[in-house]
């Protein structure tokens, strides 16, 4: 049997590598298109990830691994190993896009709830924490709909989308 530890270890080396790829994929788009194409694009992808992980988890998969995806911390909230890579690259615009995944799993379970992030480590918080709260009928609209931008339908990275666009 593998100890706890090495088991958490593997988990943390897949979730960095899934960092990568989301850095990696989202980032080609981004230069390729611009921001608001590229993040339009990457809200798309987000969508259909959720859609895909919220149909798995239906039929009985686990959604998150139990061990090595958060780091544990004496004392502190733990911290997400994925935003820990998006940090250590300075990537936040379009790793945080990622944390998209949280609302659209959720709404493709069920329209009318959300999980949303209170606070979310890849916009600047020290850590993540999320709450479910009721959507309305605009973000279920503009989430179920065709290429249409529903990253607002998280509060707290909508924040930190318009603070950045405000920027350039």
């Known amino acids: 049997m593998v100890p706890l530890a090495e088991a958490e270890n593997e988990v943390k080396v897949v979730t960095h ?3 990568l790829i ?3 994929y989202a980032r080609t788009l981004v230069d390729e298109y611009g ?7 990457v809200l798309d992808a987000m969508k259909e990830y959720g859609r895909r992980v919220a149909e798995r988890t239906e039929q009985g998969h686990q959604s998150l691994p139990k061990y090595g995806f958060w780091e544990r911390r004496e004392g502190k909230p733990p911290i997400c190993e994925l935003g820990k890579i998006v940090l250590e690259y300075g990537e936040m615009d379009i790793g945080s896009l990622y944390c998209l995944i949280d609302p659209a799993k959720t709404m493709w379970a069920n329209p009318d709830e959300k999980l949303v992030h209170t606070r ?3 916009v600047g918080d020290e850590n993540c924490e999320f709450e479910t709260v009721p959507t309305t009928e605009g973000e279920r609209d503009d989430f179920f709909g065709e290429g249409k931008d529903w990253a607002y339908v998280d509060p ?4 930190y989308y318009k603070m950045k666009e405000e920027s350039n």
Do not use: I, P, S, V
């Open 35 to 41: 921001w608001e194409r590229g993040k339009q694009l």
């Open 156 to 159: 707290r990275l909508d924040e």
């Open 17 to 19: 590598r899934l960092a």
């Open 120 to 122: 979310c480590l890849t």
């Open 22 to 24: 989301h850095l990696a």
